[in-house]
């Protein structure tokens, strides 16, 4: 795909806007917890979507997306960075790509006053898809934790009861994952575990509940 010319703008200065990126991330309170990123982490990652944008508006797909920040939710995760301040960091990416946009690019004929719209409207729809993976990937990262955690709270019993049945539900959900995430109507999800004395796990079964299968 040709680049349109306003994408061409913005890739011809995406070192300009990552500075000032980098800048904003370094100085705003709602991003305290970033200030310890490194400059050539923050600078990689910011440079990579500017330099490139019209290959992440146009040509990656919904799989590279996800690759790429459900990675940065997932390291922000393990760093203890508060998901609210992960988010809030791609808020300021968007915000300063659209304030160059206003200031800067100014149309010179109907044809790049149509490709600006068009642009404008691939970055919302771009970076709706980016917040939701890093969200996800965040998210995936607490629940990992917490559950090693929860299983690491008695180490010396790995072989109680307690830890067997976590195991268990633990597995059967990660089994299951696709089917649940996909369920828009999921209400409740039910597990019964079976045991063999002393405690040692027979089965697991999960019954998952949607509102239409409500009265059947």
């Known amino acids: 795909m040709e680049l349109p ?10 070192e300009q806007l990552t500075d000032r990126v980098i800048q904003a991330i370094r100085t ?10 490194s400059e050539e982490e923050l600078r990689k990652r910011i440079f990579d979507l500017f330099r490139h944008l019209g290959r992440w508006l146009s040509e990656k797909g919904e799989e590279e997306i996800e690759a790429a920040y459900g990675e940065i939710g997932q390291r ?13 960091a791609l808020n300021l990416v968007k915000q300063h790509l659209w304030e160059y946009i206003e ?16 642009i404008v409207t691939m970055m919302g729809r771009f970076f ?7 969200v996800r990937g965040y998210e995936e990262t607490l629940a990992k934790e917490a559950a090693e955690r929860f299983l690491a709270v008695a180490p010396s019993e790995s072989g109680s009861a307690t830890a067997g049945i976590a195991r268990a539900i633990l597995g059967e959900l990660d089994a299951r994952r696709g ?5 828009m109507r999921l ?3 039910t597990f019964t575990v079976k045991l063999d004395p002393p405690g040692t796990v027979r089965s697991v079964t ?7 299968e409500r009265g059947r």
């Open 206 to 212: 999960l019954q998952q509940e949607s509102h239409s």
């Open 179 to 183: 089917v649940l995430d996909s369920d």
């Open 76 to 88: 922000r995760c393990s760093e203890g960075v508060p998901l609210s301040q992960v988010v809030y």
């Open 103 to 118: 200031k800067h690019v100014i149309p010179t004929s109907e044809g790049n006053l149509y490709q600006e719209e068009m």
């Open 128 to 134: 709706d898809r980016a917040v939701y993976h890093t």
């Open 187 to 189: 209400r409740s999800v």
């Open 28 to 37: 705003n309170p709602r991003t305290q917890f970033l200030r310890g990123l």
């Open 5 to 14: 010319w306003l994408m061409s703008q913005i890739e011809t200065h995406a």
